[in-house]
């Protein structure tokens, strides 16, 4: 049985940083794409980041490219998420996902595991 972990959200100020890990355990973790989704009150779920199993190929909402990060360890079954210069809009849920194969996609429908997501809150 495929299991995320999601830790790291918190409070931060605009412009500052956070960093989140999703730990996942039930499968091979260096073979299966993972993705980053966020989702704020009343709206939809959406994309945020994927990577490859590789960890070659990655992928960003416009939203967030230059300012996010997508990494992982193969080692430790983790994926990261660095976020820097935090604006207020960055304020939602955090979810990770993934699904089978190495290949990264952009859209929910194609990930049927996720965590239990981590709020993540930015003042202004």
């Given at each position: 049985?495929v299991?995320?972990v999601?830790?790291?959200?918190?409070?931060v100020?605009?412009?500052?940083?956070l960093?989140?890990?999703?730990?996942?355990s039930?499968r091979?973790f260096?073979?299966?794409?993972?993705g980053?989704f966020?989702?704020?009150?009343?709206?939809?779920?959406?994309?945020v980041?994927?990577?490859s199993?590789?960890g070659?190929?990655?992928?960003?909402?416009?939203?967030?490219?230059?300012?996010?990060?997508?990494?992982?360890?193969n080692?430790?079954?983790t994926?990261?998420?660095?976020m820097?210069?935090?604006?207020?809009?960055?304020?939602?849920?955090?979810?990770?996902?993934?699904?089978?194969?190495?290949?990264?996609?952009i859209?929910?429908s194609?990930y049927?595991?996720?965590?239990?997501?981590?709020?993540?809150?930015?003042?202004?």
């Open positions: 049985q299991q995320l999601e830790s790291g959200g918190g409070l100020q605009a412009g500052g940083s960093r989140l890990s999703c730990a996942a039930g091979t260096s073979s299966v794409a993972m980053w966020r989702q704020a009150p009343g709206e939809e779920r959406e994309f980041a994927a990577i199993g590789s070659r190929s990655t992928y960003y909402a416009d939203s967030v490219k230059g300012r996010f990060t997508i990494s992982r360890s080692t430790k079954n994926v990261y998420l660095q820097n210069s935090l604006k207020p809009e960055d304020t939602a849920v955090y979810y990770c996902a993934t699904r089978s194969g190495n290949l990264a996609y859209t929910n194609e049927p595991y996720w965590g239990q997501g981590t709020q993540v809150t930015v003042s202004s």
